[in-house]
T-cell receptor
Framework: AQSVTQLDSHVSVSEGTPVLLRCNYS??????LFWYVQHPNKGLQLLLK??????LVKGINGFEAEFKKSETSFHLTKPSAHMSDAAEYFC???????????FGAGTTVTVRA | KAGVTQTPRYLIKTRGQQVTLSCSPI?????VSWYQQTPGQGLQFLFE???????NKGNFPGRFSGRQFSNSRSEMNVSTLELGDSALYLC?????????????FGPGTRLTVL
């Protein structure tokens, strides 16, 4: 079985400052890990993915995440927030080669001007 | 390539009715998954189809069913609608390439049950 815990339900940052979204996972198998973003009234867009290759994963729009097996974490970061980053972010886990995704509860990001 | 499309985008039904939602995957994608998104329960996996066969199913009652056609298009059906079925239903498709479980999501169908 696998599950994800997003440690913050809401994060508020000022434009131009770093963003950190925290995610811990639990998995019985070697997992695939993903971060998805959902803008209001839109579907989910993949930001980045980890599938047992490099532990530091770079994604779109300046986001990156680091897989730390010892800490069972997959935190998402961005060095400088932009107003367009305001959205809901989901950390997702699934076993490798499996199509069933398990989603975290989501973190809402607010960006202040 | 066109993305995942879902129809209709919005639906309003009353309790006891049934509803069918449609999903067209990205061309060449053979796996289609369905998810339910609600404020209370978040995003939950419903089921996944590959080559017209259901391979995976989440913890939903039998009122929720689906199917996949030979062209990979998929439909999901909810019978005897309940108020709690009001949700955003998301469809996702996946290829059998190197990232076998990377999924691409459609915009969703917003179902409101009155």
């Amino acid at each position: 079985a696998q599950s994800v815990t997003q440690l913050d339900s809401h994060v508020s940052v000022s434009e131009g400052t770093p963003v950190l979204l925290r995610c811990n996972y639990s998995s019985s198998y070697s997992p695939s890990l993903f971060w998805y973003v959902q803008h209001p009234n839109k579907g989910l867009q993949l930001l980045l993915k980890y599938t047992s290759a490099a532990t530091l994963v770079k994604g779109i729009n300046g986001f990156e995440a680091e897989f730390k097996k010892s800490e069972t974490s997959f935190h998402l970061t961005k060095p400088s927030a932009h107003m367009s980053d305001a959205a809901e972010y989901f950390c997702v886990v699934s076993p490798l080669n499996d199509y069933k995704l398990s989603f975290g509860a989501g973190t809402t990001v607010t960006v202040r001007a | 390539k066109a993305g995942v499309t879902q129809t209709p985008r919005y639906l309003i039904k009353t309790r006891g009715q049934q509803v069918t939602l449609s999903c067209s995957p990205i061309s060449g994608h053979r796996s289609v998954s369905w998810y339910q998104q609600t404020p209370g329960q978040g995003l939950q996996f419903l089921f996944e189809y590959f080559s017209e066969t259901q391979r995976n199913k989440g913890n939903f009652p039998g009122r929720f069913s689906g199917r996949q056609f030979s062209n990979s298009r998929s439909e999901m059906n909810v019978s005897t609608l309940e108020l709690g079925d009001s949700a955003l239903y998301l469809c996702a498709s996946s290829s059998m390439g190197t990232s076998v479980n990377e999924q691409f999501f459609g915009p969703g169908t917003r179902l409101t049950v009155l």
